[in-house]
């Protein structure tokens, strides 16, 4: 990320990052995704690069949601880098998603941009395809992702062991 800002000059990048859980609840139930059972070859030629440490660890995980869990935490750890960057904004979903005319507000005054006048009413509107299954209209300040996600008990807690493993618990904690 740090080299893109460099090279391109970039004055606004903006990171989505969305709690785990919701991504791996989503991706298990979306026909898109299809299921996975072991950990990808990315995954764990990332792992044995920047943390060899855990390289056994990761070769035993087993399960969709551990191998998901993984693959977004090795995401998220990858743009780390860029977070302290000036020109580079953390947008969180679920902030996007509860309070969108001031999420909107503080990315277009970041970007230096006018926002469009219609901009919440638009963003408030599920996709058709999402409308089935999202939580998007039953989020409140209290709305809890990792109970919402519909996952099982272990599922929670395989997830939870990866977050852990790679040191991502403050960054999950704010993403409610």
């Given at each position: 990320?740090?080299?893109?800002?460099?090279?391109?000059?970039?004055?606004?990048?903006?990171?989505?990052?969305?709690?785990?859980?919701?991504?791996?609840?989503?991706?298990?139930?979306?026909?898109?995704?299809?299921?996975?059972?072991?950990?990808?070859?990315?995954?764990?030629?990332?792992?044995?690069?920047?943390?060899?440490?855990?390289?056994?660890?990761?070769?035993?995980?087993?399960?969709?949601?551990?191998?998901?869990?993984?693959?977004?935490?090795?995401?998220?750890?990858?743009?780390?880098?860029?977070?302290?960057?000036?020109?580079?904004?953390l947008?969180?979903?679920?902030?996007?998603?509860?309070?969108?005319?001031?999420?909107?507000?503080?990315l277009?005054?970041?970007?230096s941009?006018?926002?469009?006048?219609?901009?919440?009413?638009?963003?408030?509107?599920p996709?058709?395809?999402?409308?089935?299954?999202?939580?998007?209209?039953?989020?409140?300040?209290?709305?809890?992702?990792?109970?919402?996600?519909?996952?099982?008990?272990?599922?929670i807690d395989?997830?939870?062991?990866?977050?852990?493993?790679?040191?991502?618990?403050?960054?999950?904690?704010?993403?409610?």
């Amino acid at each position: 990320m740090p080299w893109l800002l460099k090279a391109t000059n970039l004055s606004c990048f903006i990171i989505v990052i969305r709690n785990p859980y919701s991504v791996i609840s989503s991706q298990m139930k979306h026909s898109e995704f299809e299921a996975v059972d072991k950990v990808s070859d990315y995954d764990l030629e990332y792992i044995s690069q920047h943390r060899p440490d855990l390289i056994e660890w990761v070769r035993n995980l087993s399960g969709e949601p551990a191998s998901r869990a993984l693959t977004w935490a090795i995401d998220q750890v990858a743009t780390q880098a860029a977070w302290g960057h000036p020109n580079v904004k953390l947008l969180h979903y679920e902030h996007l998603i509860r309070d969108p005319a001031n999420s909107f507000a503080e990315l277009f005054d970041f970007c230096s941009v006018t926002p469009a006048s219609d901009l919440e009413a638009t963003v408030k509107k599920p996709s058709r395809e999402a409308q089935s299954w999202s939580t998007v209209g039953n989020w409140s300040e209290d709305f809890d992702p990792i109970a919402a996600s519909g996952l099982e008990p272990q599922d929670i807690d395989a997830v939870s062991e990866v977050i852990d493993k790679l040191g991502l618990n403050q960054l999950v904690s704010e993403l409610r």
